[in-house]
């Protein structure tokens, strides 16, 4: 059974840069899926951020695809976001998830989350 | 704004049916997913594709979808139910994913 994990620092400043990892286990991250990144602010919806299949193809929230970066790394089973610039309005708890591949697009894993607050 | 609407909230008493909606033009080109999520939990999906659901989802649980409007049915509500419903699917581009504003179900 799959299972995720975010981890990353709970508090970034204003202007700066928001990194967190997904450690996969129990399956290898080249497995016939994608990975997703997905937030939710306080009291709000989900927002999907954007999706990243183990050979490197992206794609990105076209909202946000101006500050966001997406990995993968194969050696340490583990994806990673990037989100720069970040204010206030990317405080949220961030969700990577287990994408099926098409035509199915479920996220059928989720992690726990983790709450990321922008903040000086 | 969000290609996928949904009704905010809905109600249902203990044990009647009650059916959430979805609706976007992406609907008919693209599979819905369904999700459930409870206060201070990650969401778990609960429908897919063809009404499909994962191990551990009970029967009661349905998925339909007709024209652009996509619906999640509780047949038989229970206490348990209650929770916040999401839906997702492709965007009108089918490169990116999008998901609707959720619906706070209640059960009465």
């Known amino acids: 059974q799959v299972q995720l994990q975010e981890s990353g620092p709970g508090l970034v400043k204003p202007s700066g840069t928001l990194s967190l990892t997904c450690a996969v286990s129990?399956?290898?991250?080249?497995?016939?899926?994608?990975w997703s990144w997905i937030r939710q602010p306080p009291g709000k919806g989900l927002e999907w951020i954007g999706e990243?299949?183990?050979?490197?193809?992206?794609y990105y929230n076209p909202s946000l695809k101006s500050r966001v970066t997406m990995s993968v790394d194969k050696s340490k089973n583990h994806f990673s976001l990037n989100l720069t610039s970040v204010s206030a309005a990317d405080t949220a708890v961030y969700y990577c998830?287990?994408?099926?591949?098409?035509?199915?697009?479920?996220?059928?894993?989720w992690g726990p989350g983790t709450l990321v607050t922008v903040s000086a | 704004s969000s290609e996928l609407t949904q009704d905010p909230a809905v109600s249902v008493a203990l044990g009647q049916t009650v059916r959430i909606t979805c609706q976007g033009d992406s609907l008919r080109n693209y599979y819905t997913s369904w999700y459930q999520q409870k206060p201070g939990q990650a969401p778990i999906l609960v429908n897919y594709y063809l009404d499909k659901r994962p191990s551990g989802i009970p029967d009661r649980i349905s998925g339909s979808t007709s024209g652009n409007t996509a619906s999640l049915t509780i047949t038989g509500a229970q206490a348990e139910d209650e929770a916040a419903y999401y839906c997702s699917s492709r965007d009108s581009t089918g490169h990116h994913m999008v998901f609707g504003g959720g619906t706070k179900l209640t059960v009465l």
């Open positions: 998830a287990s994408q099926l591949q098409r035509p199915f697009d479920s996220f059928d894993i």
């Open positions: 990243l299949y183990h050979n490197g193809q992206t």
């Open positions: 129990g399956d290898s991250i080249s497995r016939t899926n994608w």
